[in-house]
């Protein structure tokens, strides 16, 4: 069993910058791969970004690329998201997961936190 609480979220303008912390708890070192995704009103949830055990691999979508970086601590079981630049369609619940393998599928991951809110205003 893994627990994954994630903070960090808010309002911000666009243009700005917000950072979002999971820290996970449990059987973690069985699970590898850490990751987000986010869920607009209306929408689906939505792969984001991932990242191995290491910290050798990472993937994202394109439309986050060059603008949030996902970085572990294992030391401190803690996964970060920092989102720069942000733009009013980045506006979603940001979830936090947790697997086996990379994939951009969200029933490809066997944890999820409980989510936490990121506004961005134009």
């Known amino acids: 069993q893994v627990q994954l609480v994630e903070s960090g979220g808010g309002l911000v303008q666009a243009g700005g910058s917000l950072r979002l912390s999971c820290a996970a708890s449990?059987?973690?070192?069985?699970?590898?791969?850490m990751g987000w995704f986010r869920q607009a009103p209306g929408t689906e949830r939505e792969f984001v970004t991932a990242?191995?055990?290491?910290?050798?691999?990472?993937y994202s979508t394109d439309s986050v690329k060059g603008r949030f970086t996902i970085s572990r601590d294992n030391a401190k079981s803690t996964v970060y998201l920092q989102m720069n630049s942000l733009k009013p369609e980045d506006t979603a619940v940001y979830y936090c997961?947790?697997?086996?393998?990379?994939?951009?599928?969200?029933?490809?991951?066997?944890?999820w936190g409980q989510g936490t809110q990121v506004t961005v205003s134009s």
């Open positions: 990242i191995a055990w290491s910290g050798s691999s990472i």
């Open positions: 997961v947790a697997g086996l393998t990379f994939t951009r599928e969200a029933r490809g991951y066997d944890y």
């Open positions: 449990g059987r973690t070192f069985s699970w590898p791969v």
